[in-house]
């Protein structure tokens, strides 16, 4: 079965500075996907961004991007100019692309606060 | 944003009675899913389904049954309740291929006295 890891259970990062979030995961399958999540105190979950295995090039979008490393399974989000818009708790997932039902695995968060 | 309806948002409930939360879509998205959410332990699967009447247990099932007669409807039900359930209860739903991401309900926090 595939894990997901999210070492920090805790970061925070000055606003306009940069911070970065880890995440590890094993799995023995190569093709597959990966997103990170946003969950606000308002409990909604939202898509942050996210990465396709089969591709070599690191997903961005605006202030968000991921640093992908297939080979050693990692797959960091880099967030830019932090805002305190982006205090929340991240959540790293994994899904299969072998099958199409085959439910997201989480890690168990990090929660990011921004400082002013 | 996707259409997808949780309801109750809020419930107390006590131990030992039965509990019915309910999955709305109207994306007519093939795949739903019930997670649960608690401190230290992300987001867990409880149950999930792969179409009408076709559904699979996830990681933690336990306690936990659901139902899908329809294509817009995933019930979960707590059959007798227990303070070990007090959680946030997500449901999510996502196409099978494409875009393959899920979107979220907004949750539903039940709490068990």
């Known amino acids: 079965a595939q894990t997901v890891t999210q070492s920090q259970p805790e970061m925070s990062v000055q606003e306009a500075e940069t911070v970065t979030l880890s995440c590890t995961y094993d799995?023995?399958?190569?093709?597959?996907?990966l997103f990170w999540y946003k969950q606000p105190p308002s409990r909604q979950m939202i898509l942050v961004i996210r990465?396709?295995?089969?591709?070599?090039q690191n997903a961005t979008e605006n202030r968000f991007s991921v640093n992908f490393q297939k080979a050693a399974k990692s797959f960091s989000l880099k967030i830019s100019d932090s805002q305190l818009g982006d205090a929340a708790m991240y959540f790293c997932a994994y899904r299969s692309a072998l099958s199409g039902n085959t439910p997201l695995v989480f890690g168990k968060g990090t929660r990011l606060s921004v400082i002013a | 944003d996707a259409g997808i309806t949780q309801s109750p948002r809020h419930k107390v409930t006590e131990t030992g009675t039965p509990v019915t939360l309910r999955c709305h879509q109207t994306e007519n998205h093939r795949y739903m899913y019930w997670y649960r959410q608690d401190p230290g332990h992300g987001l867990r699967l409880i149950h999930y389904?792969?179409?009408?009447?076709?559904?699979d247990k996830g990681e933690v099932s336990d306690g936990y049954s659901v139902s899908r007669s329809k294509t817009e409807d995933f019930l979960l039900t707590l059959e007798s309740a227990t303070s070990s359930q007090t959680s946030v209860y997500f449901c999510a739903i996502s196409e099978a291929r494409g875009r393959s991401e899920a979107f979220f309900g907004q949750g539903t926090r039940l709490t068990v006295v």
């Open positions: 389904s792969y179409g009408v009447k076709d559904t």
């Open positions: 799995t023995s399958e190569s093709d597959y996907y």
């Open positions: 990465q396709e295995a089969y591709k070599q």
